[in-house]
């Protein structure tokens, strides 16, 4: 008799690699995989990167990543896509198009800047996001920097971290996850729809080997969703999740290491 095994929730990201295997689809699939979810991909962008930053980038003809979409979705299906390096508006208005036409939860990661501080996504582009691709996320994630690009806003405290999510939430998606990240104390984050406010604090870690973070918490959030929870579930689990990952994070190269997306089985090995 064949085994039967149950087909997992299915989860897409669209995103750009990272050659140092720390970020980008590779972080995403990484912790899809740990999440019990089965991960997919649409490629935007290759870049050569490494624990010192990143040395180059190439981004993917449109009609390349229109047909991957296309490929995966129509066939396979999806129950939550997360977004990350889009690198041009056009490639940003693609997306937003395609995402506004599936009915599933989306995770954006507005990705501006790398960990190193190497620009993934052309200036040019942010009007694009803000009017475009944020009106059609279930969740955004911003970082501080994130923040300021997008509307200017400078957070510097929690207060700020509250005009911050009024600021994005003007743009459209249902939620906004603030992630205070940059800010000094403990590793704050605020999730917000408008009305209610979930803070969520966790230690901070010395450990500088955090690479991938922003991926790894952004898919973690649609690996939640796909599973069938709801936001506020979905964010505080996928914060537990990479909290574990910077703490286990490791050194690779000379630079910044990535965070530990196996953390979990290792720690139970």
């Known amino acids: 008799m064949p085994i039967r095994t149950a087909v997992p929730p299915r989860v897409l990201t669209v995103a750009g690699s990272d050659s140092g295997g720390g970020a980008g689809i590779q972080a995403d699939l990484k912790t899809m995989l740990a999440l019990g979810v089965h991960g997919m991909s649409v490629l935007t962008a290759v ?6 930053g990143v040395q180059g980038a190439w981004e993917l003809p449109v009609d390349a990543v229109r047909t991957q979409y296309r490929s995966v979705v129509d ?3 999806v129950q939550a896509v997360k977004t990350g390096m889009l690198a041009s508006a ?12 599936t009915d599933a939860p989306v995770v954006v990661d507005p990705v501006g800047v790398s960990k190193h501080g190497d620009a993934l996504l052309a200036a040019e582009a942010l009007d694009s996001v803000r009017t475009k691709l944020l009106p059609v996320a279930t969740v955004a994630t911003p970082n501080l920097d994130e923040v300021a690009q997008l509307t200017g806003v400078q957070v510097t405290d929690e207060n700020g971290m509250r005009r911050a999510a009024e600021e994005i939430l003007a743009f459209g998606p249902r939620w906004a996850l603030i992630k205070g990240g940059h800010l000094p104390g ?4 605020l999730l917000t729809d408008g009305s209610a406010e979930h803070w969520l604090r966790a230690p901070r870690y010395d450990n500088r080997h955090t690479h991938g973070t922003g991926c790894t918490l952004a898919s973690a959030i649609a690996s939640g969703l796909a599973l069938g929870q709801d936001v506020p579930t979905a964010v505080e689990g996928a914060k537990a999740y990479v909290t574990g990952a910077i703490r286990a994070g490791f050194a690779l190269g000379g630079g910044i290491g990535p965070v530990d997306h196996g953390w979990r089985t290792r720690s139970a090995g």
């Open 47 to 52: 870049t050569a990167q490494n624990s010192l």
């Open 90 to 101: 056009t490639l940003v208005e693609t997306v937003a198009e395609l995402l506004a036409g």
């Open 75 to 77: 066939d396979i299906g």
């Open 186 to 189: 403990d590793a704050v984050d």
